[in-house]
Every structure is written in C-alpha cells, then in structure tokens.
C-alpha cells in the first residue's frame, strides 16, 4: 500500500514511561515494517500542548488515517486536539499491562476506553486495537485496517465513466449521484453512447488493430478478420481515449440492445478486456456493480474481479451459479479451458467470453441501495471446479451458509441481481469498510 499514516503515542509522567516507551519503539518498528510511509515523534507525547506542537509541525495533506496509541492512561484533550488538527479516521490502540500484582504502571486500556468515547461523541470515524505490537494479531488486524482506509481513500479518487443510461427497467443500476459522491466520494462521468459509436467506426485500422494484438494474447480463438472483432477494436480504443481524457478508473456501460443493433458487435469483450486491464467495468450501465468491482479490485490487491447474475441454485452441493452473457475478465477462466472467443447466448453476435471460472476461495460483495439510503452485502464461498455451467461465463459457488435459508433472505433483504465476486476472501476487510462508513452490513459468512 502507498499510503502516509500518523503514529501518536501518547502518555501521562505519572505512570510507568520506561516500560511505555519500550512498547513505544516496538511499535514504531511493527508499523514502518507494514510498507507504509509512517509519521511520528521520536518519544511519547505527554501533554496535550505537546501534541498540538508536533501536529503543527508536519505535512498533514496525505494522511490517510491516525494511529493513535494510549501508551498510558491519557484524558480526552490529547484526542480532541488531534481530530481538532487532523480530519483523518482513528485507530485507538491500547497495550497490555507489563505485569499484574502491583502498581498499575500504564493502564493503557482505560485509555483506550475514554478516547473511544470522545470519539464516539464527535461522530469521528475510529477503530479499535488491544494488544502488543508483536503479537500476530495486532498486525493482522492493522493491516486489515489500512487496507480498509486505502480503499476509502481510492474512492474518493475513483471517477465511473458512464456510457449509455441502463436498459429499460434496470432501474438498480442507476444511482443518487449526490449521495453516491457524498457518501463514497465516487464522481460520474456521462459518456454519450452513440457518439462514442460513431467516432469509433471513423478510427483507421492502424489507431485500433493494437486492441486485437492485445486481446490475443489471452484469447483463444479469436479471428480478428471477423467484423464484431473489428468493432470490439474500435470501440475499445475510441474508449481508451475517453479513460485517459476523463482520468478514468471505472465504466458502467449500456450493453443491449444498442451495441447489437447500432454497433453490430456485443460489448461483452469490450468489458473484458478493461477490466482485465484494470479498468473495472460493469454490463448494464450498472453504476453499484462497478463501484463493488472496484472495491473488490483494491481489497485483493489488483486481482480481476466478476460481475454476474445468480441464477441457478443446486442444493445438493449448497451451491449457487453465477453467470453473465459473455464478460469476464480473462485471467478468470478456468486454466483448463482458458479464455475462448464466443458469440453472445441470445443475440448470436460477437465477439464474447465462452468459459467457466477457475476454482478458488471467492468473496461476494454488492455496494446496494434502497431510498432508505446505502448498504453493503458480504458473503463468502468456494468456487467449485466444475464444468461450465451455461453457455457464456459462469461459476458455480459453494456458499458458507445454508443455500436456502440464504437464497430466501437474500430476496427478502431485496438485494440488486448483480453479485460482485473476487478470487480473495476480503470479507472481514468488507465489513470493517462498512462500519467506518456507517453502513448497513448484511453478512452471509460462517464466522
């Protein structure tokens, strides 16, 4: 992660400093070894005037979040004075007792309960941490942390090129945009789609025909005389040049039925290869799906994530089927198949995806919205190693929970039909991105 975090021990002269600051240089040394550029004093911070000298004294700018440790017992001024200088989430960490049976010599923990509490109070965006910085958990848990807070950070850079408005009656892949950059701070970008048809049929063959060599590199089967191939070309490379204008990371594209009937071409292939590429990109102009991509893709470290329809249910293996026309990134199929060039199910135009995902531990994820606001929805499984369930992309889901009990209340809770799928289990990342966003959380995992 490139990422800048502010480090605070504090502590009182009344307690046990000595032993504080032993604590104090172990964790320093913990957090630098995280990869990360680290702010901090050379020596526990006693008073509060203290803070506020050091705090003025730094580059406050790219701070992603506060660590803040309660190396001994400290009231609320020290706190206070940090979120009064630094807008940036807390991390509240307090250490254990050096011994028992004795002086309280740092009593770091009350410290970490009051400074919880102001922090609760001022409706600021905390976490919590119990223990020493050598323990396995502490770093486990930070880390989770970071991570967390480097995706909130790159979603506020995160810019959606929107190219078509959603199909008729998909009205779940539309969104509030005020509310989505206020909450998430995600911007959109309105792409006139036939427009981008039309410049991308004018593109001479030497501009586009590098979007063939590429997609060749991973497709099998792939006749780039074809005409839909061609005007995968055009269109994906006329799209490069919007990324690039607009300063891109995200596409929501209008699928059907205009590509099929203005294009002549099924956008599928366009969605892959983006999204492959890092570009994370969403069938059916669907807004959420692209935002959860993006998500997925920053929690996994880049991985490619999926974005699919459920539709089939098999009870005996308490499993799901996820599948989509023809899209899905290219490192996805299964490295027995590998990435084939197809036609699309219903249309019968090209070019698409024809495979079945690989195998793997999976994480499902979906950014959902009701008028009563935002919500998340976590669920983790097994993408199982059988054949390729449906004509397009698919992959059949082994679930954690019970298939029926979750099928039920999945459309009782009435989620979005389309699932967002990464090959990592982020899930406990998920729900700690749903807590510092004050989000409704529903979770489907055996923990």
């Given at each position: 992660?490139?990422m800048?975090?502010?480090?605070?021990?504090?502590?009182r002269?009344?307690?046990?400093?000595?032993?504080?600051?032993?604590?104090r240089?172990k964790s320093s040394?913990?957090?630098?070894?995280?990869?990360?550029?680290?702010?901090?004093?050379?020596?526990?911070?006693?008073?509060?005037?203290?803070?506020s000298?050091f705090?003025?004294?730094?580059?406050?700018e790219?701070i992603?979040?506060?660590?803040?440790?309660?190396?001994?017992?400290?009231?609320?001024?020290?706190?206070q004075?940090?979120?009064?200088?630094?807008d940036?989430?807390?991390?509240?960490?307090?250490?254990r007792?050096?011994?028992?049976?004795?002086?309280l010599?740092l009593n770091?923990?009350?410290g970490?309960?009051?400074t919880?509490h102001?922090?609760?109070?001022?409706?600021?965006?905390?976490?919590?941490?119990?223990?020493?910085?050598?323990?396995a958990q502490?770093r486990?848990r930070?880390?989770?942390?970071?991570?967390?807070q480097?995706?909130?950070?790159?979603l506020?850079q995160?810019?959606?090129?929107?190219?078509g408005?959603?199909?008729?009656?998909?009205?779940f892949s539309?969104?509030?945009?005020?509310?989505?950059?206020?909450?998430?701070?995600?911007e959109?970008?309105?792409?006139?789609?036939?427009?981008?048809?039309?410049?991308?049929k004018?593109?001479?063959?030497?501009?586009?025909?590098h979007?063939?060599?590429?997609a060749?590199?991973q497709?099998?089967?792939?006749?780039r005389?074809?005409?839909t191939?061609?005007?995968?070309?055009?269109f994906?490379?006329?799209v490069?040049?919007v990324?690039?204008?607009?300063?891109?990371?995200g596409?929501?594209?209008?699928?059907?039925?205009?590509?099929?009937?203005e294009?002549g071409?099924?956008?599928?292939s366009?969605?892959?290869?983006f999204?492959?590429?890092g570009?994370?990109?969403?069938?059916?102009?669907?807004?959420?799906?692209?935002v959860s991509?993006?998500?997925?893709q920053?929690?996994?470290?880049?991985?490619?994530?999926?974005?699919?329809?459920?539709?089939?249910?098999?009870?005996?293996?308490?499993?799901?089927?996820?599948?989509?026309?023809?899209a899905?990134?290219y490192?996805?199929?299964?490295p027995?198949?590998?990435?084939?060039?197809?036609?699309?199910p219903?249309?019968k135009?090209?070019?698409?995806?024809?495979?079945?995902l690989k195998?793997g531990?999976?994480?499902?994820f979906?950014?959902g919205?009701?008028?009563?606001g935002?919500?998340?929805?976590?669920?983790?499984?097994?993408?199982?190693?059988?054949?390729q369930?449906f004509?397009?992309?698919?992959v059949?889901?082994?679930?954690?929970?019970?298939?029926?009990?979750?099928?039920?209340?999945?459309m009782?809770?009435?989620?979005?039909?389309?699932?967002?799928?990464?090959?990592?289990?982020v899930?406990?990342?998920l729900?700690?991105?749903?807590?510092?966003?004050?989000?409704?959380t529903?979770v489907?995992?055996?923990?």
């Amino acid at each position: 992660m490139s990422m800048t975090v502010l480090y605070v021990p504090i502590g009182r002269k009344t307690f046990d400093l000595e032993a504080g600051e032993a604590q104090r240089v172990k964790s320093s040394m913990m957090l630098n070894s995280l990869g990360v550029e680290v702010i901090e004093p050379e020596e526990i911070l006693t008073s509060p005037d203290e803070l506020s000298d050091f705090l003025k004294g730094i580059d406050k700018e790219n701070i992603v979040t506060s660590i803040y440790q309660s190396v001994t017992f400290a009231d609320g001024e020290f706190v206070q004075e940090l979120i009064k200088q630094v807008d940036a989430p807390v991390m509240v960490w307090s250490i254990r007792e050096p011994s028992i049976n004795g002086r309280l010599r740092l009593n770091s923990l009350t410290g970490g309960n009051s400074t919880s509490h102001i922090l609760k109070c001022a409706s600021h965006p905390y976490s919590f941490l119990f223990g020493n910085p050598e323990e396995a958990q502490i770093r486990s848990r930070l880390l989770t942390f970071l991570k967390v807070q480097h995706v909130i950070h790159e979603l506020k850079q995160f810019k959606i090129g929107l190219i078509g408005e959603h199909p008729p009656g998909f009205f779940f892949s539309g969104t509030d945009e005020e509310l989505l950059h206020k909450q998430f701070g995600v911007e959109i970008k309105k792409v006139d789609l036939m427009k981008a048809f039309e410049e991308s049929k004018k593109l001479p063959i030497e501009e586009w025909e590098h979007a063939i060599d590429r997609a060749e590199q991973q497709v099998i089967g792939l006749n780039r005389n074809e005409e839909t191939v061609q005007r995968f070309a055009q269109f994906t490379t006329h799209v490069e040049s919007v990324i690039k204008k607009e300063k891109l990371s995200g596409l929501a594209i209008r699928c059907w039925p205009d590509f099929f009937n203005e294009l002549g071409a099924a956008a599928c292939s366009t969605l892959s290869q983006f999204t492959e590429d890092g570009v994370v990109s969403a069938c059916e102009s669907d807004i959420h799906g692209s935002v959860s991509m993006f998500i997925l893709q920053q929690l996994s470290g880049g991985n490619a994530p999926y974005l699919g329809d459920m539709v089939h249910v098999n009870e005996a293996s308490n499993s799901v089927v996820f599948w989509h026309c023809g899209a899905g990134a290219y490192s996805l199929a299964h490295p027995d198949q590998g990435a084939r060039a197809g036609v699309h199910p219903n249309r019968k135009l090209g070019f698409t995806m024809e495979f079945g995902l690989k195998p793997g531990q999976v994480t499902m994820f979906r950014v959902g919205y009701t008028p009563d606001g935002f919500r998340l929805l976590v669920m983790r499984g097994k993408a199982l190693d059988t054949p390729q369930r449906f004509n397009g992309t698919s992959v059949e889901v082994e679930l954690e929970t019970e298939i029926n009990d979750t099928l039920y209340s999945l459309m009782e809770e009435g989620f979005e039909p389309h699932y967002a799928l990464v090959y990592e289990d982020v899930a406990d990342e998920l729900i700690e991105l749903g807590r510092q966003l004050g989000l409704e959380t529903v979770v489907y995992t055996n923990d």
